[in-house]
């Protein structure tokens, strides 16, 4: 089993909509959850960060943690074409500085 | 504030040679990360810095990588000899604390193709 898991998409959604992307994982012990978002040939850059069980709100993105069920979600609402880009699950579980998933693609539609 | 910055950015070299990667952090970033990306697969780390010393290298595939950061500055990726599996993006990240609640920023990393 991967350690990080990720649907690699296509992801669609039409402009204005909510785009939901979920990240599932291996181990218990995962103490810190990232989103990162990256343009193809562009450096990673950090979108959200979460530690807590629960919701975490910054503007459009919603970052949400379920530790029992192992698994990080992030919302984006009111999705835009420039929100179209890789998204990058990653953690941290006291052994590996970061740990990351394969990545989701996203396209919203104009 | 400039960002990480990487160089080169595309580095194209035959099977044997050596070829050197460069970082340069955040200022007054004293952790420093290396991580390597091949294609199809997921950023995998290779190397963790607290300024000049080396924290963790669990991720170095083998001898042939050789990572430095004389000074507690820049750093700089050496792969001698390369190989064709050596091939993918290496990036560099870096942050003020270390990583369980400080989140990395992250270069646009170097491209490197192995002939």
């Known amino acids: 089993q991967k350690e990080v898991e990720q649907n690699s998409g296509p992801l669609s959604v039409p402009e204005g909509a909510i785009a939901s992307l979920n990240c599932t994982y291996s181990?218990?012990?995962?103490?810190?959850f990232f989103w990162y978002r990256q343009y193809s040939g562009k450096s990673p850059e950090l979108i959200m960060f979460?530690?807590?069980?629960g919701d975490k709100e910054d503007g459009r993105f919603t970052a949400q943690l379920n530790k029992a069920s192992q698994y990080v979600s992030l919302l984006i609402r009111d999705s835009q074409p420039s929100d179209s880009a890789t998204y990058l699950c990653a953690l941290y579980s006291g052994n590996t500085p970061l740990v990351f998933g394969k990545g989701t693609r996203l396209s919203v539609i104009a | 504030e400039a960002g990480v910055t990487q160089f080169p950015s595309h580095s194209v070299i035959e099977k044997g040679q050596t070829v050197t990667l460069r970082c340069d952090p955040i200022?007054?970033?004293?952790?420093l990360y290396w991580y390597r990306r091949v294609m199809g697969k997921e950023i995998k780390f290779l190397l963790h810095f607290v300024k000049e010393s080396k924290q963790d290298e669990s991720g170095m595939p083998n001898n042939r990588f050789l990572a430095e950061r004389t000074g507690g500055t820049y750093s700089t990726l050496k792969v001698q000899p390369a190989e064709l599996e050596d091939s993918g993006v290496y990036f560099c990240a870096s942050s003020p604390t270390g990583p369980k609640n400080q989140p990395q920023h992250f270069g646009d990393g170097t491209r490197l193709s192995i002939l």
């Open positions: 181990d218990r012990g995962s103490q810190s």
């Open positions: 200022s007054g970033h004293d952790n």
């Open positions: 979460i530690y807590s069980n």
